[in-house]
């Protein structure tokens, strides 16, 4: 998958040989935000265009948009596994936080190649 980023927002896009073109998709929407472009300028102007328009008709219709993902999220766990895990980074000579992020990132590399 190709992406692009434009004020935190992420779009993802391909291109059809076919049209000759690049479409791409803003993610992580409820709204559908799509933009195009024949080359890789033009797709990022796109973008940026297709998200400050999105911007904009959220503020005139009154409606929050929907903001990018902030890079924090919280977890319950069982005591035992906090404990568990954070005795895990402590070997490791890591804070809890930096052994969490290892762990998600090898997971989600692996699934990745699935």
């Not at 896009?13 to 799509?34: K, S």
């Amino acid at each position: 998958m190709n992406t692009m980023i434009y004020k935190g927002y992420q779009g993802k896009f391909e291109y059809d040989q076919d049209a000759d073109i690049f479409h791409g998709e803003v993610l992580h929407l409820n709204d559908v935000v799509t933009f195009q472009g024949r080359s890789i300028d033009e797709l990022k102007k796109a973008l940026a265009d297709s998200v400050e328009d999105y911007l904009l008709l959220c503020k005139e219709v009154g409606k929050e948009p929907e903001r990018p993902f902030s890079g924090r999220f919280n977890i319950r766990i069982s005591p035992e596994l906090h404990q568990q895990i954070a005795k895990k980074a402590a070997d490791a000579g890591i804070s809890l936080n930096s052994w969490v992020l290892q762990r998600l990132k090898q997971t989600t590399t692996e699934h990745s190649e699935l």
